[in-house]
Nanobody, 118 residues
């Protein structure tokens, strides 16, 4: 059974930093791209960042470029993904979900809340 488990959310002041983690297990996730989505109150879910299976390629939504950095560590049967977020803004407030697509099916973690507020 594939599992994605996020951690690291919390309350931070504007301009602060947070590191989100996503631990993936259950199949050979090392061969697949993984990424982060977020959903703010009253809004739809949007893509934040994605990283290739090797970690060599990353892509970011425009609002995250220059502030967020996505990385991953591949092990035999597990993957750990890190989203380092700096210079956080109130508009970054959302539930953050890690995601992968395996055999044309989407898998999501349970989400972790990030709140940016003074």
């Amino acid at each position: 059974q594939l599992q994605l488990v996020e951690s690291g959310g919390g309350l931070v002041q504007p301009g602060g930093s947070l590191r989100l983690s996503c631990a993936g297990s259950g199949f050979t996730l090392a061969y697949y791209a993984v990424g982060w989505f977020r959903q703010a109150p009253g809004k739809g879910r949007e893509g934040v960042s994605v990283i290739s299976s090797s970690g060599g390629l990353t892509n970011y939504t425009a609002s995250a470029k220059g502030r967020f950095t996505l990385s991953r560590v591949n092990a035999k049967d597990t993957v750990t993904m890190f989203l380092d977020m700096t210079n956080l803004k109130p508009d970054d407030t959302a539930v953050y979900y890690c995601h992968t697509n395996y055999l044309f099916r989407d898998y999501w973690g349970q989400g972790t809340q990030v709140t940016v507020s003074s």
